[in-house]
């Protein structure tokens, strides 16, 4: 078993001396190039960082600053229902609870405008 070994460590041995003595090392050009990608992926790393990082916190204090922003009024004011604001609707005198004819007039205008 040992020459097994021997053979095979004789065989690595002669493969890692061909290989060193074929390999070049990169130009020079290349591993600058490389350098440089690597920087600049950085720098956008760190801009995206610190852009999300500003985002976020404006975005947070506005919403603190709002109230959270659900209890805000809405956009739009509601507009008033349309059997509310016909003229036929509304009565013609105004309604005194002591004066039976203006209640007898404006019922009979309501009822009879139906």
């Known amino acids: 078993m040992s020459d097994q070994h021997d053979s095979l460590r004789a065989a690595l041995r002669q493969l890692a001396a061909r290989a060193q003595i074929d390999t070049e090392p990169a130009p020079l050009t290349a591993i600058?190039?490389?350098?440089?990608?690597?920087?600049?992926?950085?720098?956008?790393?760190?801009?995206?960082?610190?852009?999300?990082?500003?985002?976020g916190s404006g975005t947070a204090a506005a919403l603190l600053l709002s109230g959270g922003g659900g209890n805000g009024s809405p956009a739009t004011t509601p507009s008033v229902?349309?059997?509310?604001?016909?003229?036929?609707?509304?009565?013609t005198t105004p309604f005194?609870?002591?004066?039976?004819?203006?209640?007898?007039a404006s019922t009979s205008t309501s009822t009879s405008s139906r």
């Open 32 to 55: 600058t190039s490389r350098g440089g990608q690597i920087v600049r992926r950085r720098i956008v790393t760190v801009a995206v960082a610190a852009f999300l990082v500003v985002g």
């Open 81 to 91: 229902a349309p059997s509310q604001t016909s003229p036929s609707a509304t009565p």
């Open 96 to 104: 005194s609870p002591s004066d039976p004819a203006s209640t007898s």
